[in-house]
Nanobody
């Protein structure tokens, strides 16, 4: 059974950093994409970043470009989201999700499997 487990959320001051981790297990295909999404209270879920299993296709939400970096460690089946220069508007529950195939996408409707989410709060 496929499982995605996020970790690394927390409370951080504006300008600070956090690194989120998404550990995947139970997926047997070599061709998949993992995305990071976030949802703030009263707002729709939005795609933050995604990376395919080869690492050759990466996308970012425009508002996080230059601040967030997605990476993967295939040996550990883990995808990371390094978040620097955090802003209060980055506050949300962050989810990782997996879709079959190599095509990277920031549209949440294309993802089949989801983690439970981890809270990120940016506040002074």
């Amino acid at each position: 059974q496929l499982q995605l487990v996020e970790s690394g959320g927390g409370l951080v001051q504006p300008g600070g950093s956090l690194r989120l981790s998404c550990a995947a297990s139970g997926f047997t295909s070599d061709y998949y994409t993992i995305g990071w999404f976030r949802q703030a209270p009263g707002k729709e879920r939005e795609g933050v970043s995604c990376i395919n299993s080869s690492g050759g296709s990466i996308k970012y939400l425009e508002s996080v470009k230059g601040r967030f970096t997605i990476s993967r460690d295939n040996a550990k089946n883990t995808v990371y989201l390094q978040m620097n220069s955090l802003k209060p508007e980055d506050t949300a529950v962050y989810y990782c999700a997996l879709r079959a195939g190599f095509t990277s996408s920031l549209w949440h409707g294309q993802y089949t499997y989801w983690g439970q989410g981890t809270q990120v709060t940016v506040s002074s």
